[in-house]
């Protein structure tokens, strides 16, 4: 058993009140490897915002769970080496099962989401309430699910949503323990969250999605008030880097995200944590393949990921500063 604390990671629970008071959200970025973990760090310092480091059970997978571990511990230190210690949160994405909450407790994890949302509603509660009762006795804390998000993300995949039913929430919260609930509003997985079908197009002919539900996110306010919401698949998928990948040989149609001006103002009410993933991707792949198109001789590894961290980081400032408002926060 590693405790989170001795790696220098924190819970959520004192970053969401804050968060909540201050009408801003953190971000929570999701990492796989080494330049992902590095660009999210140099970011956060120099913005000075808190961060969740965000781990899908895929990329505990491929990054492997003792590795993540130090890398974690790492990303602390690393932080600290830069010159400002932000607080750093070590969290699993969507966990599907009791026991990969409890792994990954145990391998040093400072929080935890136990995604039960396709379950039958008293077998998430069940599920959920489990989790909570386990997580609690270590200062872990939990994060639930209630509606579900369609999209592909890692071995998410949903074919179709169900908007989050406000008045089950109380209910769920109650029974389950929770620290925070990640609701069904319209964001989506992926970077195909939208079919063409399902948008409009603007004066630029972009495609623009449908608006959030934000009737749905009040009305949750009004019966859990102050209690931390969460928002997945929240990547814009920005169209330069689209246009980037579509240039250098990829095949990218269709790609459309969440308006980053809906995001914000989701930031400014109860949403405490805005996931972002598909929009690193981007902008790694983006860098990758401008690199490998323009020099097609180049085979150092650090000569095409160097650049794809540079652009995760100009990603993320930006993420931080103008969508989610956590700069200076931390």
Known sequence: MVSYKELGLVNTRELFKKAFAGKYAIPAFNFNN?????AIIQACVETKSPVILQVSSGARKYANQTLLRYMAQGACEYAKELGFNVPVVLHLDHGDSFELCQSCIEYGFSSVMIDGSALPYEKNVELAAKVVDYAHKYDVTVEGELGVLAGIEDEVSHETHSYTRPEEVEDFVKKTGVDSLAISIGTSHGAYKFK???CTRNAEGRLVPPPLRFDILKEVE??????????????????HYVDIINANGGKLEAAVGIPEEQLRQAAESAVCKINIDSDGRLAMTAAVREVLNKKPAEFDPRK????ARDELKKLYIHKIVNVLGSANKA
Do not use: C, D, N, T
């Open 34 to 38: 080494m330049e992902q973990m590095q």
């Open 304 to 307: 095409y990921l160097g650049p």
């Open 196 to 198: 063409p079908e399902q």
């Open 222 to 239: 009004k019966r859990i008030p102050g209690f931390p919401i969460v928002l997945h698949g929240s990547s814009s998928v920005p169209q």
